[in-house]
């Protein structure tokens, strides 16, 4: 069974880091591409970033480019993401999604974060 | 970004037909996925590349494509398929989007 379970979300000030983890088990994490969405309270989904099987290749929505960085250690079966210069508007719970060219069946039940003074 | 449109809500009564559209200018080259979304939950995939259904999602949930349009059809609906709904494609460039959500109530 897959299992993907986020960590890492806290309160935290506008303009602060904060590095979000995924530990992923049930399945072949180094076969597979992963994926961050993120929910703000209330609202829909917006997809965040995506990663490689191998790390090779990352994107990332506009308007998190710049400030936040995907990455994974397949030794581990884990995956991050690094969030910097954070915002109110990155408000959100934070879910990581299994995956390849789409997030596929297997999420988290995602992490808080709260970017607020 | 690439703007993937929905309508906001659509209602049904148990066992009627629910369509949820989402339109988006990629789309006649794109595959669409759609996700459901209930309550304090996370989101599970229901159709992906248009029209294929995940193991374990009802067959009364199918999905089409045609032009700039998407359609999740679930056919008998029932109260428990109650949920936000989403699409999700990518743009011409390969850049992901999700649409805005439909709410689904089966009342």
């Known amino acids: 069974e897959v299992q993907l379970v986020e960590s890492g979300g806290v309160v935290v000030q506008p303009g602060g880091s904060l590095r979000l983890s995924c530990a992923a088990s049930?399945?072949?994490?180094?076969?597979?591409?992963m994926h961050w969405v993120r929910q703000a309270p209330g609202k829909g989904l917006e997809w965040v970033s995506l990663?490689?099987?191998?790390?090779?290749?990352?994107y990332y929505a506009d308007s998190v480019k710049g400030r936040f960085t995907i990455s994974r250690d397949n030794s581990k079966n884990s995956l991050y993401l690094q969030m910097n210069s954070l915002r109110a508007e990155d408000t959100a719970l934070y879910y990581c999604?299994?995956?390849?060219?789409?997030?596929?069946?297997?999420w988290g039940q995602g992490t808080l974060v709260t970017v607020s003074s | 970004s690439y703007e993937l449109t929905q309508p906001p809500s659509v209602s049904v009564s148990p066992g009627q037909t629910a369509r949820i559209t989402c339109s988006g200018d990629?789309?006649?080259?794109?595959?669409a996925y759609w996700y459901q979304q209930k309550s304090g939950q996370a989101p599970v995939l229901v159709i992906y590349?248009?029209?294929k259904r995940p193991s374990g999602i009802p067959e009364r949930f199918s999905g089409s494509s045609s032009g700039t349009m998407a359609t999740l059809t679930i056919s008998g609906a029932q109260v428990e398929d109650e949920a936000d709904y989403y699409c999700?494609?990518?743009?011409?460039?390969?850049?992901?989007?999700f649409g805005g959500g439909t709410k689904l109530t089966v009342l």
């Open positions: 999604a299994k995956g390849s060219d789409f997030p596929g069946s297997g």
């Open positions: 049930g399945f072949t994490f180094d076969d597979y591409a």
């Open positions: 990663i490689s099987w191998d790390g090779g290749s990352t």
């Open positions: 990629a789309l006649p080259k794109k595959y």
């Open positions: 590349e248009d029209s």
């Open positions: 999700y494609s990518t743009d011409s460039s390969g850049n992901p989007s």
